[in-house]
């Protein structure tokens, strides 16, 4: 099924388009803290702070949330809204998840954090590989949830800031877990938040250049 894109202008994309280029300027500035090292002994202060009241309760919450933002999750999530979006005849929702389920992984797993190559923390208290930044559990989730609560809202406003509430506690939990369990530094997850917004903001140009009912949503 092809994408066939429309032209669409306005003080929405104008918005849009700033705030893309606020956020890239900031992962880049980021970026370069973070690649020179300069961010470094405050990524491990913030990491001991986090880390120094330990509780077997703590630990079981924090299990339990990185494993809600692990990739079999996240895949399962992006299946069945698939399936959904399909059932209902949202061909071009469907696309644009599918489109941007793809893309953030690649662009993480592939691209960036090899090209980064940035050391997690050690020792770690759970088995994970790869490099850490920026987080794939935070950028991966949070554009999915995002996205998901925008097509929610759309068709279903009173749950709109509902679902954004808790889809930004749910991958904040999943956060703090990756920082209690010591697999990632604090500016992993700045770094995987920019690229979250920027994939869910790419998600919302796209489905407002194929779809005109969102265009003034």
């Given at each position: 099924?092809?994408i066939?894109l ?8 104008n ?5 893309v ?10 970026t370069?803290?973070v ?5 470094d ?5 913030f990491?001991?702070w ?7 309760s703590?630990m ?5 949330s990185?494993?809600t ?5 996240a895949?399962?999530v ?5 399936i ?25 797993d ?8 940035r050391?997690?923390p050690?020792?770690?208290?759970i088995?994970v ?22 097509l ?8 709109g800031?509902?679902?954004?509430i808790?889809?930004t506690?749910?991958?904040a ?6 920082i209690y ?7 992993d997850l ?14 919302v ?13």
């Amino acid at each position: 099924m092809k994408i066939k894109l429309k032209q669409y202008t306005g003080n929405g994309l104008n918005s849009t388009v700033i705030t893309v280029i606020t956020i890239l300027l900031f992962f880049i500035a980021l970026t370069v803290a973070v690649v020179s090292g300069s961010l470094d002994a405050w990524d491990a202060t913030f990491l001991e702070w986090v880390r120094q009241t330990e509780h077997p309760s703590l630990m079981f919450l924090a299990r339990v949330s990185y494993f809600t933002g692990e990739a079999e999750v996240a895949v399962f999530v992006v299946i069945a809204g698939l399936i959904f979006l399909c059932w209902k005849r949202y061909w071009q929702e469907a696309q644009v998840l599918a489109i941007s389920a793809l893309g953030v992984l690649i662009l993480i797993d592939q691209i960036l954090k090899p090209w980064f190559g940035r050391i997690r923390p050690a020792p770690g208290l759970i088995d994970v590989h790869g490099k850490s930044y920026p987080s794939g559990h935070v950028s991966g989730n949070l554009m999915l949830y995002l996205y998901l609560s925008y097509l929610v809202a759309f068709h279903f406003p009173k749950w709109g800031t509902f679902l954004y509430i808790i889809s930004t506690i749910l991958v904040a939990l999943m956060g703090w877990a990756s920082i209690y369990l010591n697999i990632h530094w604090v500016t992993d997850l700045i770094g995987g938040v920019c690229v979250a917004y920027l994939g869910f903001l790419f998600c919302v140009i796209l489905l407002k250049s194929i779809s005109k009912k969102y265009r003034n949503f």
